[in-house]
């Protein structure tokens, strides 16, 4: 079993849909939970970062931790075709200074 | 306001030739990463700089891999004897070190290694 786990899709929805994104780990170490999204042919791109468990939210996007079930979302409000791209979890133990690890990416398409 | 910055962003090689890659961090940022992204895969850690020295090499698959920051800032990841299971997108990040949200990392656009 992979220490993180991420559905790859692909996932196909209308404009203007919530889309939901999920990833499963198996570390209990892990603390600090991000999301990126990738653009076909560029690097990932920071969208959410959060701490331990809770909920943060920044313009359409939101992002979950439930530390007590290893599980993380990012939920999509309002999506649009330019949301379409492949999204990654990752998460490490600590603050500083360590390996991210990552999910597989879940690829999603949203048409208009 | 310049991100990470990564060159070549393509290389082909052949089979056995050497190759460097090389990257810039955004600056002030005295961590850097080199990752390394298969097609359909998330990205895999090779190699973490806290300033001039690797502070944990863990990831690098064997001893044809290798990579330096001599100064601090630019690294260069070089790869001997390269294989065709080297093809890949090495990715470099790099994130400002100490206080609040120091991991995170800010990824460059990657440089795409063909063997052939």
């Known amino acids: 079993q992979k220490e993180v786990e991420q559905d790859p899709g692909p996932l196909s929805v209308p404009e203007g849909a919530i889309v939901s994104l999920n990833c499963t780990y198996s570390?209990?170490?892990?603390?600090?939970f991000m999301w990126y999204r990738q653009y076909s042919r560029k690097g990932p791109e920071l969208l959410m970062y959060t701490y331990s468990s809770g909920n943060k939210e920044d313009g359409r996007f939101t992002a979950q931790v439930d530390k007590s079930s290893k599980y993380i979302s990012l939920f999509i409000r309002d999506s649009q075709p330019s949301d379409s791209a492949t999204y990654l979890c990752?998460?490490?133990?600590?603050?500083?200074?360590?390996?991210?690890?990552f999910g597989k990416g879940t690829t999603l398409s949203v048409s208009s | 306001g310049a991100g990470v910055s990564q060159t070549p962003s393509n290389k082909v090689t052949e089979k056995g030739k050497y190759v460097e890659l090389r990257c810039d961090p955004i600056?002030?940022?005295?961590?850097l990463y080199w990752y390394r992204q298969s097609l359909g895969q998330g990205p895999e850690f090779l190699i973490y700089?806290?300033?001039?020295?690797?502070?944990?090499d863990s990831g690098l698959p064997n001893d044809r891999f290798f990579a330096v920051r001599p100064e601090g800032s630019v690294s260069t990841l070089k790869i001997q004897r390269t294989e065709r299971g080297d093809s890949a997108v090495y990715l470099c990040?790099?994130?400002?070190?100490?206080?609040?949200?120091?991991?995170?990392?800010?990824f460059g656009p990657g440089t795409r290694l063909t063997v052939l």
């Open positions: 990752a998460m490490s133990a600590s603050q500083a200074g360590t390996a991210l690890i």
């Open positions: 570390n209990s170490a892990f603390q600090y």
């Open positions: 600056s002030g940022h005295t961590a």
């Open positions: 700089f806290q300033g001039t020295g690797a502070a944990d």
């Open positions: 990040a790099s994130s400002l070190r100490g206080g609040a949200g120091s991991n995170e990392q800010f």
